[in-house]
């Protein structure tokens, strides 16, 4: 397919751009050093993304100011010295004919109270969303501090070499915290109104261009809606856009923060679609003159090339979707999109990184890992026996081929992709199947048999990529006739329709989450029963969250803190947090509690990679797959 509109240059506040595609700015949380200073494994993610076509790298959250840290090794311009280091930075993605933009970044209220020594600071005294610390509302001198801070930071990055900063308005860090009427409660000059409110931001802007050049270009990343009541929402955003369409900005970025609605509203999870605020971008396009970029999972060249040639932006920006595949724009422009390893919205790269585990995706392990030996290949062929084909399993499969070895991945009658495939089942989830299209590709591509059952010759070396042995839940007085795996619903091998009517669904995780979903989506009457405090305990919040209000839309009924006492006459007796909860009428139980590992095999080189259903712990599962596969 062409893509005559993502393919053609653009100039953007004099930034000459060779195409449309823009990568999303994204913390990699923990690459750079522990001062803040990139590092060649930093340096090596960004110049892949660069080296996969895109014609423009906005990093991610460069911190201006001490005050604003919000996570260990956040990436950092507030002093001179970190500009040799983003020199190099610089260098690397513009050999690659990209250009590249710094984001200026203050975490306002949300900067961590143990990183900065002491209350964040924040236009008003009102804590950021999901946090209780109640902030320090900044003096003038304080906020003028800061508006130097960012000016500073801009002219670092010039005489770093970059081709511009962006104000990162586009969460509610301290830039935006001023703009929303939801947060900033100031009766003086930098509250009050409008034009108070966004006195922060053009005053950074003048500074800006008095301390890095009236030329040097600024653009901002904005909110279409920062999910508070009495907050942002597009008209207001409107108006942002042409206050600083007004002060001479170099473009906007048109995204969604994150307040108390966030998780019920938000659509930048799995089962949304492309282009999820492309609506935002238009009705923004539609007030300025400067570019304006749409951001929001654009998975493919395909969607973003319609939202653009629809003129309702002028570039698009891609995030998780680089993340998975650096070399998304190469391999689309060479019609080679079948070969993208796809985004699936899994979210466990934001999990990883709000774990400090640095960045990664769960479907390419490579990702973060950039500045590492390539795989090599083996000294010896060897017949490797892959147990299981999820994405861990798939993984080492990739990497033993790769390094020359014959592979064969035996399904063991589940479905090929393994717990993906059975997740693929539920409806919001479908969108893994695109993991699975593009594992197909790969075993095709590398030679790498699939079969159903172990063949009958010899293997050097097993690797066990199985869930395995699944657990069942203990209820006294209840027949092991009324319970059914979870895995077997939604493998088909137990068909909807032999399922009852009533039925509880045990498990804590997000695996006991989702079946009870494609139960009640079934029409089933589900009550789901969690051991842990919380169900679906150790979700990603998001995750978590979209799959709890799907429950509560489709009315099932969610029990935590809960052990079962006894099953009797269609009566389900439960201990409850120290009280007593009888569940009637329940005709069958689903066990959805996980699985506990095989042991490993004696007498010949086995590992284990465990295929987990949980995105976070798979992702964990095939680093670990990618590490071992590099190594035996
Ligand atoms: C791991 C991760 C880190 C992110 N960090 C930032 C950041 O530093 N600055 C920012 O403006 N947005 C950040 N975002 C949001 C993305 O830039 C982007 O707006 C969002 O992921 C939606 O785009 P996508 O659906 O293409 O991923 C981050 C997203 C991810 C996945
Ligand atoms: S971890 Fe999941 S959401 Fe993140 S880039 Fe990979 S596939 Fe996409």
């Given at each position: 397919?062409?893509?005559?509109?993502?393919?053609?240059?653009?100039?953007?506040?004099?930034?000459?751009?060779?195409?449309?595609?823009?990568?999303?700015?994204?913390?990699?949380?923990?690459?750079?050093?522990?001062?803040?200073?990139?590092?060649?494994?930093?340096?090596?993610?960004?110049?892949?993304?660069?080296?996969?076509g895109?014609?423009?790298?906005?990093?991610e959250?460069?911190?201006?100011?001490?005050?604003?840290?919000?996570?260990?090794?956040?990436?950092?311009?507030?002093?001179?010295?970190?500009?040799?280091?983003?020199?190099?930075?610089?260098?690397?993605?513009?050999?690659?004919?990209a250009?590249?933009?710094?984001q200026?970044?203050?975490?306002?209220?949300?900067?961590?109270?143990?990183?900065?020594?002491?209350?964040?600071?924040?236009?008003?005294?009102?804590?950021?969303?999901?946090?209780?610390?109640?902030?320090?509302?900044?003096?003038?001198?304080?906020?003028?501090?800061?508006?130097?801070?960012f000016?500073?930071?801009?002219?670092?990055?010039?005489?770093?070499?970059?081709?511009?900063?962006?104000?990162?308005?586009?969460?509610?860090?301290?830039?935006?915290?001023?703009?929303?009427?939801?947060q900033?409660?100031?009766?003086?000059?930098?509250?009050?109104?409008?034009?108070?409110?966004?006195?922060?931001?053009?005053?950074?802007?003048?500074?800006?261009?008095?301390?890095?050049g009236?030329?040097?270009?600024?653009?901002?990343?904005?909110?279409?809606?920062?999910?508070?009541?009495?907050?942002?929402?597009?008209?207001?955003?409107?108006?942002?856009?042409?206050?600083?369409?007004?002060?001479?900005?170099a473009?906007?970025?048109?995204?969604?923060?994150?307040?108390?609605?966030?998780?019920?509203?938000?659509?930048?999870?799995?089962?949304?679609?492309?282009?999820?605020?492309?609506?935002?971008a238009?009705?923004?396009?539609?007030?300025?003159?400067?570019?304006?970029?749409?951001?929001?999972?654009?998975?493919?060249?395909?969607?973003?090339?319609?939202?653009?040639?629809?003129?309702?932006?002028?570039?698009?920006?891609?995030?998780?979707?680089?993340?998975?595949?650096?070399?998304?724009?190469?391999?689309?422009?060479?019609?080679d999109?079948?070969?993208?390893?796809?985004?699936?919205?899994?979210?466990?790269c934001?999990?990883?990184?709000?774990?400090?585990?640095?960045?990664?995706?769960?479907?390419?392990?490579?990702?973060?890992?950039?500045?590492?030996?390539?795989?090599?290949?083996?000294?010896?062929?060897?017949?490797?026996?892959?147990?299981?084909?999820?994405a861990?399993?798939?993984?080492?499969?990739?990497?033993?081929?790769?390094?020359?070895?014959?592979?064969?991945?035996?399904?063991?009658?589940?479905?090929?992709?393994?717990?993906?495939?059975?997740?693929?089942?539920?409806?919001?989830?479908?969108?893994?199947?695109?993991?699975?299209?593009?594992?197909?590709?790969?075993?095709?591509?590398?030679?790498?048999?699939v079969?159903?059952?172990?063949?009958?010759?010899?293997?050097?070396?097993?690797?066990?990529?199985?869930?395995?042995?699944?657990?069942?839940?203990?209820?006294?007085?209840?027949?092991?006739?009324?319970?059914?795996?979870?895995?077997?619903?939604?493998?088909?091998?137990?068909?909807?329709?032999?399922?009852?009517?009533?039925?509880?669904?045990?498990?804590?995780?997000?695996?006991?989450?989702?079946?009870?979903?494609?139960l009640?989506?079934?029409?089933?009457?589900?009550?789901?029963?969690?051991?842990?405090?919380?169900?679906?305990?150790?979700?990603?919040?998001?995750?978590?969250?979209?799959?709890?209000?799907?429950?509560?839309?489709?009315?099932?009924?969610?029990?935590?803190?809960?052990?079962?006492?006894?099953?009797?006459?269609?009566?389900?007796?439960?201990?409850?947090?120290?009280?007593?909860?009888?569940?009637?009428?329940?005709?069958?139980?689903?066990?959805?509690?996980?699985?506990?590992?095989?042991?490993?095999?004696?007498?010949?080189?086995?590992?284990?990679?465990?295929?987990?259903?949980?995105?976070?712990?798979?992702?964990?599962?095939?680093?670990?797959?990618?590490?071992?596969?590099?190594?035996f």
């Amino acid at each position: 397919m062409n893509y005559p509109v993502l393919t053609s240059p653009i100039t953007v506040g004099g930034m000459h751009l060779k195409n449309r595609m823009v990568m999303s700015p994204m913390a990699t949380y923990g690459m750079a050093n522990a001062d803040g200073s990139s590092n060649e494994r930093h340096r090596a993610y960004y110049e892949a993304r660069a080296r996969g076509g895109l014609g423009l790298i906005r990093t991610e959250t460069t911190l201006v100011h001490l005050s604003g840290k919000c996570w260990p090794r956040q990436l950092a311009i507030f002093d001179d010295r970190f500009i040799p280091g983003l020199s190099r930075l610089v260098r690397a993605v513009k050999q690659h004919g990209a250009s590249i933009v710094m984001q200026l970044h203050h975490g306002g209220a949300y900067a961590s109270e143990a990183l900065i020594g002491h209350r964040p600071l924040a236009p008003s005294p009102k804590p950021a969303h999901g946090r209780s610390v109640i902030p320090q509302q900044m003096t003038v001198e304080q906020i003028e501090e800061l508006e130097h801070a960012f000016a500073q930071g801009a002219r670092r990055a010039r005489e770093a070499g970059f081709d511009g900063v962006e104000l990162h308005m586009g969460t509610v860090y301290l830039i935006l915290s001023f703009v929303s009427p939801a947060q900033n409660l100031r009766k003086d000059v930098y509250g009050s109104d409008f034009n108070g409110r966004m006195r922060f931001p053009l005053r950074i802007v003048e500074k800006i261009r008095a301390q890095a050049g009236a030329d040097f270009p600024i653009g901002a990343r904005i909110p279409g809606t920062d999910y508070y009541e009495g907050g942002v929402d597009i008209s207001y955003c409107q108006q942002v856009a042409k206050a600083l369409a007004g002060a001479g900005l170099a473009y906007v970025d048109v995204t969604a923060a994150q307040g108390p609605n966030v998780l019920r509203k938000s659509p930048l999870t799995m089962g949304y679609g492309e282009g999820v605020f492309a609506d935002y971008a238009a009705a923004v396009k539609s007030v300025v003159p400067i570019p304006v970029m749409t951001v929001g999972r654009y998975q493919t060249l395909a969607a973003a090339e319609s939202v653009l040639a629809a003129g309702k932006a002028d570039l698009a920006v891609f995030g998780r979707a680089v993340l998975a595949d650096p070399a998304l724009a190469a391999k689309s422009l060479r019609g080679d999109e079948r070969r993208v390893i796809p985004c699936i919205g899994c979210d466990a790269c934001f999990a990883i990184g709000h774990a400090n585990l640095g960045t990664s995706c769960l479907l390419n392990p490579e990702t973060g890992h950039e500045n590492e030996p390539g795989i090599s290949k083996a000294t010896r062929r060897r017949n490797v026996l892959v147990l299981g084909s999820g994405a861990p399993g798939m993984e080492f499969a990739r990497a033993a081929a790769l390094r020359g070895h014959n592979v064969a991945v035996i399904t063991n009658g589940a479905p090929f992709g393994g717990l993906l495939a059975l997740r693929a089942a539920i409806s919001y989830a479908r969108e893994i199947g695109k993991a699975i299209d593009y594992f197909r590709v790969t075993v095709s591509d590398l030679g790498i048999e699939v079969l159903d059952q172990i063949p009958d010759r010899p293997f050097d070396v097993r690797v066990d990529a199985r869930p395995g042995v699944p657990t069942y839940p203990s209820i006294p007085g209840l027949e092991p006739s009324r319970i059914v795996l979870g895995e077997q619903i939604l493998a088909g091998v137990v068909s909807l329709d032999s399922v009852a009517d009533h039925i509880a669904v045990f498990g804590s995780g997000l695996y006991a989450g989702e079946v009870a979903l494609y139960l009640a989506e079934a029409g089933k009457k589900v009550t789901l029963v969690a051991g842990s405090a919380r169900v679906m305990e150790e979700v990603y919040a998001r995750v978590a969250a979209t799959v709890g209000l799907r429950l509560s839309d489709h009315g099932v009924r969610s029990i935590a803190g809960a052990t079962a006492l006894k099953f009797e006459r269609g009566t389900l007796s439960l201990s409850v947090k120290g009280g007593h909860e009888s569940v009637a009428p329940i005709e069958q139980i689903v066990a959805a509690m996980g699985w506990e590992p095989l042991p490993l095999p004696e007498g010949v080189e086995a590992y284990t990679v465990a295929d987990v259903w949980e995105p976070f712990a798979a992702a964990r599962q095939s680093a670990l797959a990618a590490r071992v596969a590099r190594d035996f």
